[in-house]
């Protein structure tokens, strides 16, 4: 049974870790990190599993196995640690470096704020080359607002995805759950493309992903509109926007934070993108507000990041802190 109050703790902790040191690259480039040995995994689970000789209906089946194996380990270390850890508990510590190094929000400030920096230092292409780390779509067909967008789309759907899922998912089912959901993220952004290779073998993970992140998405735009002052921005548009937008995108759950984000800023986001060769004509997330991001913008969009971390951690800290009333 999980201690709410402890794992609590043990989360603000790693909170604090996070967003103090996040991911030290000495470490990273010596050790494998965590998410790249399920990479690996997944990895092989479709060298073997997805053949493209199988029928529609063979390959979603072996999708759904491959879905299987992936929460069969995860809940297996999962429950494996924190069987050992609870011998001890001076161990939580080693706990909290793990729930640590799986959360993103030191490296996901960082990666954004390298666009921000690349306008300053090396000016439009400098920008686009630092973009096309961070998203999927061609940086060459982005002038300097399609860039400035796509950093601002970048932090706020991953904001959800690296920030508040794994947390709230940490907190409701500890580190089982917290591993479960990080192997189906990492499986969906892996295999969960919707295109002819993974659209079968995929759909089992994809489909379990957007479960997974259903109600964190919708928490990551409540603190996003929380903490919307921080930059200078709107609440009530924060709120109005996530309300009225958020299901026009074609993903349930990225729009509830890329909306609210947008209506915090009085940014127009999303909108026609285009990727590789294929243009994607997505409706505008806030399409009443500016469409023209500067840098500056991504700027104000990563103090927005700051301060709806500090308002997800004030959270935690406070069920934390229930234990000792």
């Known amino acids: 049974m999980i201690d709410v109050q402890t794992t609590a703790l043990v989360l603000f902790v790693a909170l604090l870790l996070d967003a103090l040191i996040g991911d030290p690259d000495w470490l990273w480039q010596r050790l494998p990190h965590p998410v790249v040995l399920m990479g690996k995994l997944i990895q092989q689970l479709d060298d073997k599993l997805n053949s493209p000789a199988d029928q529609a209906i063979a390959r979603r089946i072996k999708g759904a196995l491959a879905l299987v194996v992936m929460l069969a380990v995860a809940c297996a270390i999962g429950i494996g640690?924190?069987?050992?850890?609870?011998?001890?508990?001076?161990?939580?510590?080693?706990?909290?470096?793990?729930?640590?190094?799986?959360?993103?929000?030191?490296?996901?400030?960082?990666?954004?704020?390298?666009?921000?920096?690349?306008?300053?230092?090396?000016?439009?292409?400098?920008?686009?080359k630092s973009v096309s780390m961070i998203v999927g779509r061609d940086p060459e067909t982005l002038d300097e607002a399609g860039v400035c967008r796509a950093a601002i789309e970048s932090s706020a759907e991953n904001f959800s995805d690296g920030i508040v899922a794994p947390a709230f998912w940490y907190l409701i089912a500890g580190l089982p759950g917290l591993l479960v959901y990080k192997f189906v993220n990492t499986a969906d952004s892996m295999i969960g493309h919707r295109n002819e290779k993974y659209l079968e073998f995929g759909w089992a993970s994809a489909r379990f992903d957007d479960v997974l992140n259903l109600v964190p998405a919708r928490l990551s735009a409540l603190f996003f509109a929380l903490a919307a002052v921080s930059c200078g921005g709107s609440v009530s548009g924060a709120l109005r926007a996530m309300w009225r937008d958020a299901g026009l995108h074609r993903s349930p759950n990225a729009g509830w934070p890329e909306a609210a984000m947008a209506g915090g800023l009085g940014l127009a986001l999303a909108g026609p993108r285009v990727y590789g060769s294929s243009v994607v004509d997505d409706p505008w997330m806030n399409g009443d507000g500016n469409s023209e991001a500067q840098p500056t913008d991504i700027g104000r969009a990563l103090i927005l990041m700051v301060a709806a971390c500090a308002v997800q951690g004030v959270l935690v800290g406070c069920i934390a802190a229930v234990q000792f009333f």
Do not use: T
Request: net charge positive; aromatic share 10%; glycine share 4%.
């Open 81 to 128: 640690v924190s069987w050992s850890v609870s011998w001890s508990p001076s161990a939580l510590i080693f706990e909290v470096i793990i729930v640590a190094m799986l959360l993103a929000q030191r490296s996901l400030y960082e990666h954004v704020d390298r666009v921000r920096k690349a306008f300053k230092d090396g000016g439009l292409n400098a920008a686009r």
